[in-house]
């Protein structure tokens, strides 16, 4: 049986889980900029842009920080 090391194995996994959880996060950002570019001149549409810039925002966090391998800390 091949023995792979630990820490191949931990880089190997995150480039997996960037592979496939960027290009959603790529496809949800190109999904909402024509909201982004056209709500600021909406009546109310600023409140909108925000919560949606947090989302993305919260989205992308959430996906560093889960990508995190803790075991090194």
């Known amino acids: 049986m091949l023995a792979i090391p630990p ?3 931990v ?3 995150r480039t997996a ?3 496939l959880v960027a ?3 790529l496809l949800i950002t190109m999904a909402a900029l ?3 570019a056209i709500l ?3 009546h109310g549409g600023t409140d909108r842009v925000v919560t949606l810039l947090r989302a993305h ?3 992308a966090r959430t996906l560093l920080t889960g990508s995190r391998n803790t ?3």
């Open 17 to 19: 889980i960037f592979a």
């Open 23 to 25: 290009p959603v996060l």
């Open 34 to 36: 024509p909201a982004l």
């Open 11 to 13: 880089a190997t996994q």
């Open 40 to 42: 600021p001149f909406v």
């Open 57 to 59: 925002s919260s989205y």
């Open 7 to 9: 820490r191949v194995l």
């Open 71 to 73: 075991s090194e800390r």
